[in-house]
């Protein structure tokens, strides 16, 4: 399978590229000083948006300084709020977000904890109800309506946590080739803390890392793979990665499958055909069990289709947040 963005999905990228083009990339000082050699221009210019929010969550008494792209359009729209895969950061939606501004969307991209970009000095726990309350939190203090919650991969998990807990903050899912099934961490939530360290130091090694990528986009350059690979593993290279992952590890992680038929809120599922992560007689099987979703599969297409064919999944987004208003 060849990776490519489409002629039309280059152009339309580029246009918003260019409206909201600086002299200089001008990173945060807080981004793994590493941002500097990734080559691609839609990364670099969207890690020049990420700010950090005060966020007080009910697990601290201090707050936590939390990662995320703020919206540029303000629309009458739901505004449509971004999550990102395990271990993963808001760089994730590079060539989507844009996109989605660009059909006048107001779109949020929010680290979650324990991944992407925040300050974790002060390591607060990262198990699954951390995290939630952390999301609650800031869509409390900074969102503050119903949203569009958009999950990716794991990110769909978190996303069916979450709605599950706190409808009022949910309007509608978007869950993208959703890893809703897989039974937490399983059997490495047992092993030793020396062990487990190790573990994550070889999930942030730069080889694994880029053999993942090459495994998830197969037939992308080797350049464009090393390039891809560096994006996706900035925020390992922050200093509490490690602790995060494994506390999250040893906590057992998301195990929602349980939930699933619980959700009432209208969903979008859409999965890449070509997927050769995450089967897709399990989106079939994900449509059935929730009540009230509508599904979109995107041909040519794999793993990770926001990033692959970001026109296709703007367009069905965008379809989607609209088609009620």
């Given amino acids: 399978m060849m990776?490519?963005?489409s002629p039309g999905a280059v152009a339309s990228c580029c246009r918003t590229l260019m409206r909201f083009r600086v002299s200089a990339d001008a990173?945060?000082?807080?981004?793994p000083k590493e941002v500097e050699r990734i080559k691609d221009p839609f990364a670099r210019k969207l890690a020049t948006r990420i700010e950090r929010l005060p966020v007080q969550v009910s697990f601290s008494e201090s707050f936590i300084m939390s990662s995320c792209v703020?919206?540029?359009p303000q629309a009458k729209t739901s505004p449509v709020v971004l999550l990102h895969g395990f271990d993963s950061s808001c760089l994730e939606w590079r060539y989507t977000l844009p996109l989605l501004e660009e059909a006048g969307l107001e779109t949020w991209a929010i680290d979650i904890l324990?991944?992407?970009f925040s300050d974790l000095d002060r390591l607060p726990l990262c198990d699954v109800a951390s995290k939630r309350d952390h999301l609650y939190q800031f869509w409390k203090s900074y969102i503050?309506?119903?949203?569009v919650?958009?999950?990716p991969s794991l990110g769909a998990a978190v996303a069916i946590d979450f709605v599950v807990n706190h409808s009022e903050a949910v309007e509608k899912l978007v869950l993208i080739d959703a890893s809703v099934y897989a039974e937490g961490t399983g059997n490495l939530s047992k092993l030793p803390k020396t062990v487990a360290y190790a573990g994550v130091y070889l999930l942030k090694s730069l080889p694994l890392r880029l053999y993942a990528t090459c495994l998830v986009f197969n037939g992308l350059p080797f350049?464009?793979?090393l390039d891809w690979t560096n994006v996706g593993r900035l925020h390992c290279l922050l200093p509490w990665w490690d602790d995060a992952t494994v506390n999250f590890m040893n906590s057992g992680g998301y195990n929602v499958s349980a939930l699933i038929e619980q959700v009432k809120r209208k969903t979008l599922i859409i999965w890449g055909e070509d997927d050769q992560i995450i089967s897709s007689k399990l989106a079939v099987r994900l449509h059935c069990e929730l009540p009230n979703a509508i599904i979109r599969q995107i041909p040519d297409c794999g793993h990770i289709p926001h990033v692959e064919k970001p026109s296709a999944v703007a367009k069905l987004i965008s379809e989607f947040v609209q088609d009620d208003c």
Avoid at 27 to 31: D, E, G, I, K, V
Avoid at 144 to 147: G, I, L, V
């Fill in 70 to 72: 703020k919206p540029l």
């Fill in 144 to 147: 503050k309506r119903p949203m």
């Fill in 149 to 151: 919650l958009v999950g």
């Fill in 223 to 225: 350049t464009t793979c």
């Fill in 27 to 31: 990173f945060p000082s807080f981004l």
């Fill in 114 to 116: 324990g991944w992407g």
């Fill in 3 to 5: 990776v490519a963005l």
